[in-house]
């Protein structure tokens, strides 16, 4: 007697017929993907009970779809479950649960209700903080230790870390550098020596922890970031004394392919993946005069052993910002010319 067998499912058959039907179910589609990856076949009621879970579980997932979560401390409602969890955990919440308003209530509602558009929906983020705030001058950028004031601060991160401030000496405006770190790292949650290649972390907590164990508790101040940190910088004085600081830049060394452009040191940056450099508000003044507490401060982060840079390297970065300065103006300049031809026709001012 004749017997056609399947070897993939290991089951045997009467008739030809009968098996050729069975090579068309998903049973033993099923067991052919499992064959693949060297996995043992499995039964028929294996199979159905399989796939009567599956069908569950899609049931299950459509069901929690039409439902919104929402919570009563923060009038928010989400959209799934990972979200409202990610919020229960961020500090604006146990911020108002502290306040002891409300007590906790969450309510399903049914998804064909209308939403307001006025309402925040929260994305489905993995870990998402609200309304975080920026680190203040006083409290240390990687452990959060409270200093009585600024230079306190600094010398504590100094000592603990090895923070410092790169170029210090031609430093015009301290308090509002380390209020722009505190941004930086508090809110927008970057880290100060790596945050340039546009990785972001998920809260002031992540990117702290970060730095420390990366050893990147210092600042990155070469190349096209040097445009960011350049209204807290002055290298006036650093200019020769038969020099100009807007003298025109060789066009040897400058190379525009259209997607880079070579600054006059070296470095190469990007024409659009770096625009967030580029739309820093440049201040008009050019080369303000260093105050008395700038001076003071310089003296101090002496005495704590900062070193400065090397001539060489100032005069480097010098160059560099002086070219991208006058870079973006050019293409400020070309921005707005190619503005005003959008006008199709002329239009009086003054109707006289």
Sequence with gaps: MTIFTCISCHVAFKEPNVQREHYKTDWHRYNLKRKVVDLPPVTAEVFQQRVLEQRAHGDQQEASKGLTLYCNYCKKKFGSEKSYENHLLSKKHRENVLTGIKHVNVKHEAAEDKIDIDEDIEDDSDEWEDDDEAIPITCCLFCNHKSDTMESNLKHMSCQHSFFIPDFEFVID????????GERVGQGHICMWCGHLGRQFPSTEAVQKHMIDKGHCKMFHEGDVLLEYSDFYDYSSSYPEDGDANEEVETNVINDTGFELVLPSGSTIGHRSLNRYYRQKLNPNPRPVPTRPAI?????????????????????????????RKMFLKNQLGVSVKANKLQKHFRRQVDM
């Excluded at 301290?174 to 770190?181: D, N, Q, S, V």
Aim: proline share 0%.
């Design 296 to 324: 003071q401060h310089g003296n101090y982060f002496k005495a704590l052993g900062w070193t400065t840079s090397t001539k060489e390297i100032v005069e480097k970065k010098v160059r560099d910002i002086t070219f991208m």
């Design 174 to 181: 301290l308090e509002a550098m380390l209020t722009y770190l």
